[in-house]
T-cell receptor, first 110, second 116 residues
Framework: GEDVEQSLFLSVREGDSSVINCTYTDSSSTYLYWYKQEPGAGLQLLTYIFSNMDMKQDQRLTVLLNKKDKHLSLRIADTQTGDSAIYFC??????????FGAGTTVTVRA | EAGVAQSPRYKIIEKRQSVAFWCNPI?????LYWYQQILGQGPKLLIQFQNNGVVDDSQLPKDRFSAERLKGVDSTLKIQPAKLEDSAVYLC??????????????FGPGTRLTVT
């Protein structure tokens, strides 16, 4: 099974906030990432957080990190139809390798 | 700046046949990755190159999969013979660095392989 776990689906109304949750296993991970994958495309890095941070904000995106619980979340404010995609959480292990979760499919409804 | 290029985009083969995928990374990126993404799962690293040397191939099924990056630029991934469970999207990615500071991997669009 995956070392990184995510809920599989999220449905959100346009204009609302989306919150995607992730748990990881490697307490020594230096960086944690959020990638976005649109249909037929490769993965695109959305944002990341360094392990000594609790929060990072980047425009509509807010990343929260709880190292004690090994919990990572991504909040998307004012969710738009263009935000419909699969979102992958990833942890960096052994200082060079990425371990991905199975992805959360976000569907934005009007 | 051109992104990571992959070809073909789609491939359908019968089991026991062989297949090859090609990747051209972003210019100047020393590190190249091949991932396997099975439907409903996250990408799984198959092999990682630093220039033309292998950093990690621990999850590459070496009895049937092979990869090379002879001149430290383009790379090919081969499967011979293919099995039904090899049906997946094969993603290539590249990055400037491979360890230490933030390593941003840039992904290609992938090759969707269907084995029948």
């Amino acid at each position: 099974g995956e070392d990184v776990e995510q809920s599989l689906f999220l449905s959100v109304r346009e204009g609302d906030s989306s919150v995607i949750n992730c748990t990881y296993t490697d307490s020594s991970s230096t960086y944690l990432y959020w990638y976005k994958q649109e249909p037929g495309a490769g993965l695109q890095l959305l944002t990341y957080i360094f392990s000594n941070m609790d929060m990072k904000q980047d425009q509509r995106l807010t990343v929260l990190l709880n190292k004690k619980d090994k919990h990572l979340s991504l909040r998307i404010a004012d969710t738009q139809t263009g935000d419909s995609a699969i979102y992958f959480c990833a942890e960096r292990v052994n200082d060079y390798k990425l371990s991905f979760g199975a992805g959360t499919t976000v569907t934005v409804r009007a | 700046e051109a992104g990571v290029a992959q070809s073909p985009r789609y491939k359908i083969i019968e089991k026991r046949q062989s297949v090859a995928f090609w990747c051209n990374p972003i210019s100047g990126h020393a590190t190249l990755y091949w991932y396997q993404q099975i439907l409903g799962q996250g990408p799984k690293l198959l092999i990682q190159f630093q220039n033309n040397g292998v950093v990690d191939d621990s999850q590459l099924p070496k009895d049937r999969f092979s990869a090379e990056r002879l001149k430290g630029v383009d790379s090919t991934l081969k499967i011979q013979p293919a099995k039904l469970e090899d049906s997946a999207v094969y993603l290539c990615a590249s990055s400037l660095e491979w360890s230490g500071s933030l390593v941003e991997q840039y992904f290609g669009p992938g090759t969707r392989l269907t084995v029948t």
